[in-house]
Protein backbone atom coordinates (compact mmCIF):
# COMPACT_ATOMS: atom_id res chain seq x y z
CA UNK A 1 0.00 0.00 0.00
CA UNK A 2 2.58 2.18 0.33
CA UNK A 3 4.27 1.76 -2.53
CA UNK A 4 0.88 3.06 -4.29
CA UNK A 5 0.99 6.31 -1.62
CA UNK A 6 4.61 6.78 -2.57
CA UNK A 7 5.23 10.66 -2.62
CA UNK A 8 1.44 11.67 -1.93
CA UNK A 9 -0.18 12.89 1.46
CA UNK A 10 -1.21 9.94 3.58
CA UNK A 11 -3.76 9.39 6.65
CA UNK A 12 -2.43 6.98 9.20
CA UNK A 13 -6.45 6.13 10.06
CA UNK A 14 -7.18 5.25 6.80
CA UNK A 15 -4.45 2.51 6.30
CA UNK A 16 -5.39 1.72 9.84
CA UNK A 17 -9.05 1.26 8.42
CA UNK A 18 -7.74 -0.92 5.79
CA UNK A 19 -5.27 -3.01 7.83
CA UNK A 20 -7.85 -3.32 10.63
CA UNK A 21 -5.76 -2.42 13.13
CA UNK A 22 -5.28 0.80 15.42
CA UNK A 23 -4.06 4.46 14.01
CA UNK A 24 -1.38 4.13 16.66
CA UNK A 25 -0.10 0.67 15.41
CA UNK A 26 -0.10 2.96 11.84
CA UNK A 27 2.11 5.21 13.33
CA UNK A 28 4.31 3.00 14.96
CA UNK A 29 5.06 0.93 12.23
CA UNK A 30 5.93 4.43 10.21
CA UNK A 31 8.33 4.95 12.60
CA UNK A 32 10.24 1.55 12.14
CA UNK A 33 10.16 1.90 8.82
CA UNK A 34 11.69 5.16 9.13
CA UNK A 35 13.77 4.41 12.03
CA UNK A 36 15.75 1.88 9.45
CA UNK A 37 16.13 4.31 6.34
CA UNK A 38 13.14 2.35 4.25
CA UNK A 39 10.84 5.32 4.48
CA UNK A 40 11.46 9.03 4.44
CA UNK A 41 8.11 10.98 5.82
CA UNK A 42 8.29 14.91 4.33
CA UNK A 43 6.12 17.13 6.93
CA UNK A 44 4.25 19.33 5.73
CA UNK A 45 5.14 23.46 6.65
CA UNK A 46 3.14 24.18 9.35
CA UNK A 47 3.68 28.30 9.69
CA UNK A 48 0.80 30.43 9.36
CA UNK A 49 0.58 31.85 6.24
CA UNK A 50 -3.17 33.30 6.06
CA UNK A 51 -4.35 30.08 3.52
CA UNK A 52 -5.45 26.54 4.44
CA UNK A 53 -2.78 24.07 4.16
CA UNK A 54 -2.28 21.03 4.08
CA UNK A 55 -1.70 18.88 7.11
CA UNK A 56 -0.83 15.23 6.43
CA UNK A 57 2.54 14.16 5.73
CA UNK A 58 3.86 12.74 2.47
CA UNK A 59 5.34 9.38 2.68
CA UNK A 60 8.43 8.57 0.06
CA UNK A 61 10.14 4.56 0.10
CA UNK A 62 13.73 5.21 0.12
CA UNK A 63 14.98 2.98 -2.12
CA UNK A 64 13.34 3.60 -5.80
CA UNK A 65 14.66 0.31 -7.02
CA UNK A 66 12.00 -1.49 -4.06
CA UNK A 67 9.56 1.15 -5.20
CA UNK A 68 9.65 -0.10 -8.44
CA UNK A 69 9.76 -3.98 -7.44
CA UNK A 70 6.39 -3.40 -5.17
CA UNK A 71 5.12 -1.57 -8.14
CA UNK A 72 6.09 -4.90 -10.56
CA UNK A 73 7.55 -2.56 -12.62
CA UNK A 74 11.00 -4.87 -13.71
CA UNK A 75 11.81 -2.61 -17.42
CA UNK A 76 12.25 1.05 -18.37
CA UNK A 77 9.78 0.69 -20.67
CA UNK A 78 7.52 -0.69 -18.13
CA UNK A 79 8.27 1.90 -16.43
CA UNK A 80 8.03 4.98 -19.17
CA UNK A 81 4.23 3.76 -18.86
CA UNK A 82 3.54 3.56 -15.75
CA UNK A 83 1.16 6.08 -13.97
CA UNK A 84 3.53 6.27 -11.23
CA UNK A 85 6.24 7.64 -13.15
CA UNK A 86 6.22 11.01 -11.57
CA UNK A 87 6.09 10.09 -8.19
CA UNK A 88 9.64 7.59 -8.14
CA UNK A 89 11.07 10.24 -10.11
CA UNK A 90 9.50 13.31 -7.62
CA UNK A 91 10.91 10.80 -4.34
CA UNK A 92 14.35 10.20 -6.05
CA UNK A 93 14.79 14.01 -7.21
CA UNK A 94 13.90 15.00 -3.61
CA UNK A 95 16.48 13.02 -2.16
CA UNK A 96 19.10 13.90 -4.10
CA UNK A 97 18.13 17.75 -3.75
CA UNK A 98 18.10 17.41 0.26
CA UNK A 99 21.67 15.38 -0.14
CA UNK A 100 23.01 18.01 -2.42
CA UNK A 101 21.70 21.04 -0.03
CA UNK A 102 23.11 19.38 3.41
CA UNK A 103 20.09 19.91 5.20
CA UNK A 104 18.83 17.41 7.46
CA UNK A 105 15.32 15.66 6.46
CA UNK A 106 13.43 17.00 9.97
CA UNK A 107 14.62 20.57 8.03
CA UNK A 108 12.84 19.59 5.48
CA UNK A 109 8.94 20.23 4.31
CA UNK A 110 6.54 20.07 1.20
CA UNK A 111 3.47 22.61 1.33
CA UNK A 112 0.19 22.63 -0.54
CA UNK A 113 -2.93 24.47 0.13
CA UNK A 114 -6.13 23.90 -0.51
CA UNK A 115 -6.54 25.84 -3.58
CA UNK A 116 -3.66 23.91 -5.19
CA UNK A 117 -0.60 26.21 -4.45
CA UNK A 118 2.13 23.56 -3.94
CA UNK A 119 5.85 23.16 -3.29
CA UNK A 120 7.76 19.98 -3.23
CA UNK A 121 10.48 20.75 -0.99
CA UNK A 122 11.01 23.81 1.59
CA UNK A 123 14.99 23.53 2.26
CA UNK A 124 15.45 25.55 5.28
CA UNK A 125 18.97 26.43 7.24
CA UNK A 126 18.15 29.70 9.74
CA UNK A 127 16.14 32.66 8.13
CA UNK A 128 17.45 31.22 4.75
CA UNK A 129 14.86 29.37 2.27
CA UNK A 130 14.68 27.33 -0.89
CA UNK A 131 11.85 26.20 -2.47
CA UNK A 132 11.85 23.65 -5.43
CA UNK A 133 9.60 21.59 -7.70
CA UNK A 134 10.45 19.07 -9.12
CA UNK A 135 8.76 18.29 -12.92
CA UNK A 136 9.15 15.04 -15.15
CA UNK A 137 9.21 17.01 -18.19
CA UNK A 138 12.05 18.42 -19.90
CA UNK A 139 10.30 21.64 -20.97
CA UNK A 140 9.26 22.89 -17.41
CA UNK A 141 7.20 26.32 -17.63
CA UNK A 142 6.36 29.11 -14.64
CA UNK A 143 3.16 28.39 -13.07
CA UNK A 144 0.78 30.80 -10.86
CA UNK A 145 1.65 28.18 -7.58
CA UNK A 146 5.24 29.20 -8.16
CA UNK A 147 4.64 32.58 -7.42
CA UNK A 148 2.59 32.11 -4.88
CA UNK A 149 5.29 30.25 -3.02
CA UNK A 150 7.85 33.12 -3.63
CA UNK A 151 5.76 35.46 -2.29
CA UNK A 152 3.99 33.10 0.74
CA UNK A 153 7.82 32.12 2.21
CA UNK A 154 9.55 34.60 1.05
CA UNK A 155 12.41 31.96 -0.55
CA UNK A 156 15.72 33.25 -1.77
CA UNK A 157 14.93 31.23 -4.61
CA UNK A 158 12.59 28.25 -6.45
CA UNK A 159 14.51 25.88 -8.25
CA UNK A 160 12.26 23.97 -10.86
CA UNK A 161 14.02 20.31 -10.88
CA UNK A 162 13.29 18.70 -14.65
CA UNK A 163 14.40 15.91 -16.88
CA UNK A 164 15.94 18.56 -19.66
CA UNK A 165 20.19 19.03 -20.43
CA UNK A 166 20.08 23.17 -19.38
CA UNK A 167 19.50 24.91 -16.30
CA UNK A 168 18.03 28.38 -17.40
CA UNK A 169 16.13 31.16 -15.63
CA UNK A 170 12.11 31.06 -15.55
CA UNK A 171 11.18 34.42 -13.97
CA UNK A 172 13.09 36.35 -11.11
CA UNK A 173 14.08 34.15 -8.29
CA UNK A 174 12.80 31.10 -10.28
CA UNK A 175 15.10 29.42 -12.51
CA UNK A 176 14.77 25.55 -13.96
CA UNK A 177 17.36 22.74 -13.18
CA UNK A 178 18.40 20.16 -15.04
CA UNK A 179 18.33 16.99 -13.03
CA UNK A 180 21.61 16.00 -14.49
CA UNK A 181 23.54 19.30 -12.92
CA UNK A 182 22.01 19.10 -10.03
CA UNK A 183 25.68 18.74 -8.26
CA UNK A 184 26.93 21.70 -10.46
CA UNK A 185 24.15 24.35 -10.53
CA UNK A 186 22.51 23.75 -6.83
CA UNK A 187 24.70 25.36 -3.82
CA UNK A 188 24.47 23.57 -0.43
CA UNK A 189 22.65 25.97 2.33
Not at 62 to 73: E, N, P, Q
Amino acid sequence: MLAHDHGQTWNSAELARAFGVSDKTIRNWIEILESTFMVRTLRPWRENLGTRVVRSPKLYLSDSGLLHSLLRIGTMDDLSRHPKIGASFGGFAIAQVVRRLGVPWPDCHFWATHRNAELDLLGTRGRRRIGFEIKHTVAPEWTRSMAIAIDDFRLDRLDVIHLGSDTFDLAPKIRAVAFSRLFEDVEPV
